[in-house]
């Protein structure tokens, strides 16, 4: 939207809220208070699955450092997390056909919240996540292993939907975490697949000559993974025999 619809769109909603001000017999103190009261089921709709990812994060943290001593190495590379904004909220509802309000959205979306874990080998993968699910405040919803079953695009990953409790002012609350765990060579061939596979104006015969093209990288991204898992198997081996 450029600088003068933007205005444009500004003054018409100022002038729709004044209007609804005076229709109201509002005063300025009052209809803030009708705006803030009317706010606050979404903000603390997007709260909770803030306090959700802050406790999956600690998690995985802990369970990091308890690595670092136990093995010698850290299995997590990195960590990445977000809620999903508001845009995509509404999209996924109207595709979905969703009713609109916030309870049946936290009961039907899974993934409005979302936790990266990218990690160094395939091995440190699947002990995080087993480590994860062993924890008796986290519950496994669903679990969808596309590490060794790829998507047809050849994406690979482990999903885990889980619950995790947080304590709020006067209660507890289960919230939905969609964890990803991934490594170094999987979470590189995502982030350029996505970016690739979105742009636009692109042909339809460049197109599947890309998709084409990025099932062979990913092949050989887990040819890689493969390779260096072997590697590390190595050493670990030349380790205990010493």
């Known amino acids: 939207m450029d600088n003068e619809k933007f205005k444009d769109s500004a003054e018409k909603m100022a002038t729709e809220l004044a209007k609804f001000t005076r229709d109201m017999d509002l005063n300025e103190e009052m209809f803030l208070d009708l705006i803030e009261d009317s706010l606050y089921p979404v903000e603390q709709f ?3 699955y803030s306090c959700a990812i802050m406790e999956i994060e600690t998690k995985f943290k802990v369970l990091n450092e308890q690595f670092s001593l136990k093995y010698d190495g850290n ?4 960590i990445h997390s977000r809620v999903k904004d508001y845009d995509s909220i509404i999209r996924k509802v109207i595709r979905k056909k969703i009713p609109r309000d916030l309870d049946s959205i936290e009961e039907k979306i899974n993934d409005i919240a979302g936790v990266r874990v990218v990690c160094s080998f395939v091995d440190d993968i699947y002990r995080l996540a087993d480590c994860l699910l062993q924890q008796d405040d986290i519950t496994l919803i669903r679990r969808k292993d596309y590490i060794k079953n ?8 482990l999903h885990l939907i889980v619950s995790v ?6 209660e507890k609350k289960d919230v939905k975490v969609e964890v990803q765990l991934r490594t170094i060579a999987m979470d590189f061939w995502a982030s350029l697949e996505h970016k690739i596979r979105y742009k636009k104006n692109i042909s339809p015969e460049t197109l599947s000559k890309l998709s084409h093209e990025l099932t062979d990288c990913a092949e050989i991204s887990a040819s890689l993974d493969s390779r260096m898992q072997n590697v590390r198997n190595l050493i670990l081996s030349e380790n205990l025999k010493k």
């Open 150 to 157: 790829p998507k047809p695009t050849g994406y690979r990953s």
């Open 165 to 170: 409790p947080i304590f709020l002012e006067n």
């Open 75 to 78: 299995p997590i590379e990195s």
């Open 46 to 48: 997007f709260a909770n």
